[in-house]
C-alpha cells in the first residue's frame, strides 16, 4: 500500500518554464489537497478537491492551476514558474472532507531560477 | 481568518527529559479539531496526535500527551522520555467543524525541535 505517491521528488526549473507536479493516491480517498511549504510559514493550502470532479481555490492558489483527473489523481501546474515558486510542495488525502485526518506525500522540492 | 501561532521557531532537549510544545489559536468558533503535526528531516508529514474540541480530556498517545485549554485557546504538546528520533519539525493545525463537514487545515508556522544525546 503506497498511501499517497508524489512526483518528481525534485525540480529546477528556469523562470517562464511549465511543468505539472503530479499526486496520486491509492487509499480510495475522496478528497485530495495540495499546499505548499515555505521556511518560517508552516504549510499553506493552494487548491483542494472535495470529491472527484471539484476543485476550489485555497489561501494562495495565483500561479497554479489543478485537475482531477479521476478518483485517484490531482495534479498541480505551473504555467509559467516564478522564483516566488520555490517551495516544497506536498500532496494530500483524506478519506472525505472532514474526516479530519490527512496523508500526505513526501513532497517536491521545487527551485525556479 | 483563523490563526494559529507557535511561539517557539526552535527548541532543544536532552534525550530521556520532557519538552513542552506551545500552540495558541484564535477562533470564534466552537466545534473544531486541533493536531499536531511532526516533519523529520525525510520530510514526511506524520500526524501525532489529535484533540476534539468538544472534549475535556486532554489526548495521549503513548509519550504524546496535550494540555488543551479551550477558554485560553492553547495545545501545548508534551513529549515525555525524548528520543532522538523525536527531531524534528511540529506543526500545530486546527480545522473548524461545520454540518456539512469542515474547512481546511490551518497550520502553524512549526517548531523545530532538537533532541541531544
Known amino acids: 500500500n503506497a498511501g499517497v505517491t508524489q512526483t518528481p521528488k525534485f525540480q529546477v526549473l528556469k523562470t517562464g518554464q511549465s511543468m505539472t507536479l503530479q499526486c496520486a493516491q491509492d487509499?480510495?480517498?475522496?478528497?485530495m489537497y495540495w499546499y505548499r511549504q515555505d521556511p518560517g510559514m508552516g504549510l499553506r493550502l493552494i487548491y483542494y478537491?472535495?470529491?472527484?470532479?471539484?476543485?476550489d481555490k485555497g489561501e494562495v492558489p495565483n500561479g497554479y492551476n489543478v485537475s482531477r483527473l479521476n478518483k485517484r489523481e490531482f495534479s498541480l501546474r505551473l504555467e509559467s514558474a516564478a522564483p516566488s515558486q520555490t517551495s516544497v510542495y506536498f500532496c494530500?488525502?483524506?478519506?472525505?472532507?472532514?474526516?479530519?485526518?490527512?496523508?500526505f506525500g513526501s513532497g517536491t522540492q521545487l527551485s525556479v531560477l | 481568518a483563523q490563526t494559529v501561532t507557535q511561539s517557539q521557531p526552535e527548541m532543544s532537549v536532552q534525550e530521556a527529559e520532557t519538552v513542552t510544545l506551545s500552540c495558541t489559536y484564535d477562533?470564534?468558533?466552537?466545534?473544531?479539531?486541533l493536531f499536531w503535526y511532526k516533519q523529520p528531516p525525510s520530510r514526511q508529514m506524520i500526524l501525532v496526535i489529535r484533540?476534539?474540541?468538544?472534549?475535556?480530556q486532554n489526548a495521549t498517545e503513548n509519550r504524546f500527551s496535550v494540555n488543551f485549554q479551550k477558554a485560553a485557546k492553547s495545545f501545548s504538546l508534551k513529549i515525555s522520555d525524548s528520543q532522538l528520533g523525536d527531531t524534528a519539525m511540529y506543526f500545530c493545525?486546527?480545522?473548524?467543524?461545520?454540518?456539512?463537514?469542515?474547512?481546511?487545515?490551518?497550520f502553524g508556522k512549526g517548531t523545530k525541535l532538537t533532541v541531544n544525546p
Open positions: 478537491s472535495a470529491s472527484e470532479g471539484t476543485t
Open positions: 493545525a486546527f480545522t473548524i467543524l461545520h454540518k456539512g463537514g469542515s474547512e481546511k487545515l490551518v
Open positions: 487509499m480510495n480517498h475522496n478528497s
Open positions: 477562533t470564534s468558533e466552537n466545534n473544531y479539531y
Open positions: 494530500a488525502s483524506e478519506l472525505r472532507e472532514g474526516s479530519e485526518k490527512l496523508f
Open positions: 484533540q476534539e474540541a468538544y472534549k475535556q
